[in-house]
């Protein structure tokens, strides 16, 4: 009698200990191998390093060609200026200079100093139109018949603003006869600016020192 109650709780504790177990995990689950290590969800993130910033390789400039007549003490202004300029060339620069020079002396001639804006400077602009003004807005006969030089004179760069002056040596026909006229023009831009575009921003004739285009009779 006393071995069939021992062979019951044996039983009993079994069936206790079965039920436990199947308790245990309902309720912490079954390991799968994969489960996170304790105390993961507090471990510091790694160290995000970013990458490497590699510095803008600055273009090298080749040698800077001068025009022509150009005197070799302004190379370091030019070269200084090609360097905060990539846009400045110089050959191309003085024959844009040419071009408005021509522009300039005949739209002054004929009175029609308002077809300038965009290429001078509001003040050379009145300056221009005062002359107009002064010798009654009448036109006059002068004829541009050649530029026989135009060389660059000197040159600034004056933190962001270029700064270059030519030289013009040039014959106009005027009512009188011919005659020579020389010039020093000085142009400006913002260096870097995708607008080519120069303007001129003074004027000045070798001869008689004035701040206007000579009138020549």
Do not use: C
Not at 79 to 91: H, L, S, T
């Amino acid at each position: 009698m006393s071995d069939g109650n021992a062979w019951i709780e044996i039983v009993l504790l079994a069936m206790l200990a079965a039920f436990i177990g199947l308790r245990l995990v309902s309720v912490l689950g079954k390991r799968t191998g994969q489960e996170r290590p304790i105390g993961d969800s507090f471990r510091a993130p790694a160290e995000v390093t970013a990458p490497p910033r590699r510095e803008a390789e600055r273009p090298v400039r080749g040698e800077l060609l001068l025009p022509p007549g150009t005197d070799g003490a302004l190379r370091g202004a030019l070269e200084a200026i090609a360097d905060a300029d990539a846009g400045f060339v110089p050959d191309r620069f003085l024959s844009g200079a040419r071009s408005v020079y021509q522009m300039v002396l005949e739209g002054f001639w004929a009175g029609n100093v308002g077809g300038l804006t965009g290429l001078v400077s509001d003040e050379i602009i009145d300056n221009l139109a005062s002359a107009v003004e002064a010798r009654g807005g009448k036109t006059l006969a002068n004829r541009l018949i050649a530029i026989d030089s135009a060389t660059l004179h000197g040159a600034t760069l004056v933190g962001q603003m270029v700064e270059v002056t030519v030289r013009f040596v040039a014959r106009i026909a005027t009512a009188d006869g011919e005659t020579e006229s020389r010039d020093l023009w000085t142009f400006s831009r913002l260096a870097g600016n995708p607008d080519p575009a120069w303007v001129l921003i003074a004027t000045d004739n070798e001869a008689d020192s004035t701040d206007l285009p000579p009138d020549h009779g």
